[in-house]
């Protein structure tokens, strides 16, 4: 499936670059190029530490999305998606830890902008003093396999078990998507990690291995109604989910900048090749990408251009494998050790083919590869 861009809308994308002026996307660009970047196989194997953390904290990157009156930067989508970039671009592993807190902190913000109350989980999120993890990705495989919850006395009971959380060891608090089969409603809670009805057992990932990513389940946990920060009927949920898996999002970018910058730096004049070659698609599909899924945001009640955004995100994932092999084949004759970043941006790159996918963007994948093969089949 290769993706015919014609005529590119640049708008969104512009706005993400001239948000490089806003203070906190500066912070994060200078962070992720200087203290990220020359650690990241460092921290690929040792896992994201709690000084990462404290300067993520420091920066005010752990609440940026939050309202001003919280000491946040209150970010736009176009500032978001700058941040995602460069601290992808800087270090993968970190990225994903900081990424799985961030959401949260966009749900406390639209709470706090309607005036509900926040209790104080709620405020230390905004103001950016604890980091928190999130175990939602389950909720796509209901009614097979999901955390339940089971209504209590002033609150719920949490039960299951979680595929993979992020950061584990140096977040305090977990969002979870549980649901309530009876009602079948989906509910977004808080769970303390420190919870003595918390288990966890560390994943033997071979990609993001640095992410502190662990399996983690609950017995029986009990979540007050004050800890439940979202709940709704689990169709809307499906509703919601669409459009983050139709979608290639900012990090993707970041990863492939990072690509771009080694190819760049090569003393090999073909792996330069590559990247002159390869950057201005990558600026189109970024921009396309962008584009599209600001214009399905503007109108929910329009067209969501879910098959192009599919599309987008297939190809731009195609061609980031392609790129990535390119570094690879770059350091050939050698061979390929763990102090070779080349091999760590291959293995991000392989993360991001299993990312945010459900049965429907996997098939569209599976299909797309496979019609590659029939299509030179027939030459």
Same mark, same amino acid.
């Given at each position: 499936?290769?993706? $015919? &861009?014609?005529?590119?809308?640049?708008?969104?994308?512009?706005?993400?670059?001239?948000?490089?002026?806003?203070?906190?996307?500066?912070?994060?660009?200078?962070?992720?190029?200087?203290?990220?970047?020359?650690?990241?196989?460092?921290?690929?194997?040792?896992?994201?530490?709690?000084?990462?953390?404290?300067?993520?904290?420091?920066?005010?990157?752990?609440?940026?999305?939050?309202?001003?009156?919280?000491?946040?930067?209150?970010?736009?989508?176009?500032?978001?998606?700058?941040?995602?970039?460069? &601290?992808?671009?800087?270090?993968?592993?970190?990225?994903?830890?900081?990424?799985?807190?961030?959401?949260?902190?966009?749900?406390?913000?639209?709470?706090?902008?309607? @005036?509900?109350?926040?209790?104080?989980? @709620?405020?230390?999120?905004?103001?950016?003093?604890?980091?928190?993890?999130?175990?939602? $990705?389950?909720?796509?495989?209901?009614?097979?396999?999901?955390?339940?919850?089971?209504?209590?006395? =002033?609150?719920?009971?949490?039960?299951?078990?979680?595929?993979?959380?992020?950061?584990?060891?140096?977040?305090?608090?977990? $969002?979870?998507?549980?649901?309530?089969?009876?009602?079948?409603?989906?509910?977004?809670?808080?769970?303390?990690?420190?919870?003595?009805?918390?288990?966890?057992?560390?994943?033997?990932?071979?990609?993001?291995?640095? *992410?502190?990513?662990?399996?983690?389940?609950?017995?029986?946990?009990?979540?007050?109604?004050?800890?439940?920060?979202?709940?709704?009927?689990? *169709?809307?949920?499906?509703?919601?989910?669409?459009?983050?898996?139709?979608?290639?999002?900012?990090?993707?970018?970041?990863?492939?900048?990072? &690509?771009?910058?080694?190819?760049?730096?090569?003393?090999?004049?073909?792996?330069?090749?590559?990247?002159?070659?390869?950057?201005?698609?990558?600026?189109?599909?970024?921009?396309?990408?962008?584009?599209?899924?600001?214009?399905?945001?503007?109108?929910?009640?329009?067209?969501?251009?879910?098959?192009?955004?599919?599309?987008?995100?297939?190809?731009?994932?195609?061609?980031?494998?392609? &790129?990535?092999?390119?570094?690879?084949?770059?350091?050939? =004759?050698?061979?390929?050790?763990?102090?070779?970043?080349?091999?760590?941006?291959?293995? $991000?790159?392989?993360?991001? +083919?299993?990312?945010? +996918?459900?049965?429907?963007?996997?098939?569209?994948?599976?299909?797309?590869?496979?019609?590659?093969?029939?299509?030179?089949?027939?030459?």
């Amino acid at each position: 499936m290769t993706t $015919s &861009i014609s005529t590119i809308d640049t708008t969104s994308a512009d706005a993400v670059d001239a948000a490089e002026k806003i203070p906190v996307v500066a912070r994060a660009r200078d962070f992720a190029r200087d203290e990220l970047a020359p650690h990241a196989l460092r921290t690929d194997v040792d896992g994201v530490s709690r000084d990462i953390v404290d300067r993520l904290r420091t920066l005010g990157l752990l609440n940026a999305h939050a309202p001003l009156e919280f000491g946040g930067a209150q970010l736009d989508k176009a500032g978001e998606r700058a941040i995602h970039e460069h &601290i992808a671009h800087g270090d993968f592993n970190t990225w994903l830890v900081w990424a799985q807190h961030s959401g949260l902190v966009a749900q406390y913000a639209e709470r706090a902008k309607s @005036g509900r109350p926040l209790g104080d989980a @709620g405020e230390r999120v905004l103001r950016g003093e604890i980091l928190t993890g999130t175990a939602i $990705s389950d909720v796509r495989h209901y009614p097979r396999r999901y955390i339940r919850a089971t209504p209590a006395p =002033g609150g719920w009971l949490i039960d299951g078990t979680v595929s993979w959380v992020s950061g584990w060891g140096v977040n305090e608090l977990l $969002s979870v998507a549980a649901i309530d089969p009876a009602t079948e409603t989906r509910l977004l809670v808080l769970v303390d990690v420190a919870d003595e009805k918390v288990r966890s057992e560390k994943l033997p990932l071979v990609v993001a291995t640095g *992410s502190r990513t662990w399996r983690v389940s609950f017995d029986a946990v009990f979540v007050p109604e004050s800890d439940v920060v979202a709940r709704g009927p689990i *169709s809307d949920w499906d509703t919601k989910d669409r459009n983050v898996i139709s979608d290639i999002r900012a990090h993707a970018f970041g990863v492939a900048r990072a &690509i771009f910058d080694e190819l760049k730096a090569s003393d090999n004049p073909k792996a330069v090749a590559v990247q002159e070659a390869w950057q201005p698609r990558f600026a189109d599909l970024r921009a396309s990408a962008y584009g599209l899924s600001d214009r399905a945001e503007a109108d929910p009640e329009g067209p969501q251009h879910f098959e192009d955004r599919l599309a987008i995100k297939i190809e731009t994932l195609r061609s980031l494998s392609d &790129i990535a092999r390119a570094l690879v084949i770059s350091r050939a =004759g050698s061979g390929i050790l763990g102090t070779d970043t080349a091999q760590l941006h291959a293995r $991000s790159a392989l993360f991001l +083919q299993i990312q945010s +996918q459900n049965s429907l963007s996997q098939a569209a994948q599976l299909d797309d590869i496979a019609a590659l093969a029939e299509a030179r089949n027939t030459l």
